[in-house]
């Protein structure tokens, strides 16, 4: 049986809403660099594409994916509507407190501490009910472990993010204030970008890209030490933020030590990449796969920058290039490559999974125009480019330049999934079936030979 996961494309569509808005903002210069690195503007941006783009993106896709990985069915699936209210409410007041840092519009800082706490209990609901298919049972496969940990990194850092909207909103003393005010952003960002979305997007990718490149899974010791290096990794940041709230003065040195094992689980996983796509047996690689490469490539680079800038001290120049190429070359780019996939796989289960064994019935290939799509991704890749460039260059208006060009691809990208799930590039024989609803298919189970 193939299950089809009715909320995961509602998640998809506010994903991508965020993500046009904020690079809309981008292109418009609202933010860094124009503004400061903890500027109102800044801190909207980050958080439209941190928590609305990629940790809503993450989410839909684990509740699709999630029982593929475990073998095991997602229980309380029917919450999925209620975490994703809970989380936009949450992310607009949290927006409308980082406004009302500055005064705009009327509004208060003090809805800080109370988006803090709707994205806490969104996010606490969405692991609650992600958590039951890890749970139990046999022990979890590989890439399920990744997902386990991950969603640990989502508590640990909606935790770290309610007491930093608590800070914003001066509502802690002056000594965990300060505490906070010097490391806290940093490991709010370990937690987050690092942590949940980093190792999720590892652990789904391994299962997906074994799926998709007909590779053999990968096995041994490297994954594992992936894994470990990453849990390595974590164990350092919590011993940081144990160090911070009790006012320690190693807090830097358990950064540095996160940094480095996350430096061997990306340089190990990279390796575990290219050797799927060297074993792969598809020898034409379909356009999502092309597309993934430049993602992929992000990565080490990204973290690499992230690196030196930890260890040479040139944070303020190069940190906001490294994040800018992890957020969105590394998880944003990785994502929407994935999604062209994953649409129109749901798509097809949706309206042709039934029909087999009674009538032929397209690929899932069909259902796309690859030609019509691959320079959006390739315009994507190239903003992203010009964007981290633009960065380092310290060129505000060619900054704003590359983050037009990303909104530019994102939107003709969207319409390339809304044709997908219309089903508007299949041959005409095939036009005839029912167009299925463009965000809520129905809660079905269908028979797969």
Do not use: N
């Amino acid at each position: 049986m193939a299950s089809i996961s009715r909320w995961t494309l509602a998640y998809f569509l506010v994903a991508l809403s965020c993500l046009t808005l904020a690079l809309g903002s981008m292109a418009m210069g609202f933010g860094f660099p124009g503004e400061g690195l903890l500027a109102s503007s800044t801190l909207i941006v980050v958080h439209l594409v941190a928590i609305g783009w990629l940790s809503l993106l993450m989410l839909g896709a684990l509740l699709q994916f999630l029982p593929v990985l475990t073998g095991r069915a997602l229980r309380g699936a029917s919450l999925a509507p209620v975490a994703l209210g809970l989380l936009v409410c949450g992310l607009c007041m949290l927006l409308a407190g980082f406004a009302g840092i500055e005064g705009w519009w009327g509004l208060s800082a003090a809805l800080l501490p109370w988006g803090g706490a709707l994205l806490l209990a969104g996010f606490g609901l969405a692991v609650a009910m992600l958590a039951t298919p890890l749970i139990g049972g046999k022990a979890l496969p590989l890439p399920a472990r990744f997902v386990a940990l991950a969603l640990f990194c989502l508590l640990g850092a909606a935790s770290l993010g309610v007491l930093l909207a608590g800070m914003l909103a001066g509502l802690l003393g002056d000594d965990l204030a300060a505490a906070l005010a010097e490391r806290g952003v940093a490991l709010h960002a370990g937690f987050g970008l690092g942590g949940w979305l980093s190792l999720a997007a590892m652990g789904v990718s391994y299962r997906l890209l074994s799926m998709f490149l007909l590779a053999p899974e990968r096995r041994g010791w490297r994954p594992q030490l992936v894994l470990w290096s990453g849990a390595a990794g974590l164990t350092a940041l919590l011993a940081a933020l144990g160090l911070v709230l009790a006012g320690g003065e190693a807090a830097p040195a358990m950064l540095a030590a996160a940094g480095l094992a996350a430096g061997l689980a990306v340089a190990l996983y990279i390796g575990d990449v290219a050797g799927l796509y060297r074993s792969r047996k598809r020898a034409v690689l379909e356009l999502h796969m092309g597309a993934a490469l430049p993602a992929f490539a992000a990565l080490p680079l990204g973290l690499g920058l992230l690196l030196w800038a930890g260890f040479s001290g040139e944070t303020e120049l190069v940190a906001p290039v490294a994040v800018y190429i992890l957020a969105l070359g590394w998880l944003g780019g990785l994502g929407l490559a994935m999604l062209y996939k994953i649409v129109a796989f749901l798509t097809w289960l949706e309206c042709f999974a039934p029909l087999m064994g009674r009538r032929p019935t397209p690929r899932v290939q069909d259902l796309v125009r690859e030609d019509h799509a691959m320079v959006w991704f390739w315009l994507y890749f190239a903003g992203v480019a010009v964007a981290g460039a633009a960065l380092w260059a310290q060129m505000p208006l060619v900054f704003r330049s590359g983050a037009g060009l990303q909104m530019l691809a994102v939107l003709a990208l969207i319409q390339q999934f809304y044709r997908a799930r219309r089903l508007a590039d299949l041959p005409a024989e095939w036009r005839d079936l029912p167009r299925p609803r463009l965000f809520l298919p129905a809660p079905i189970e269908r028979k797969m030979t």
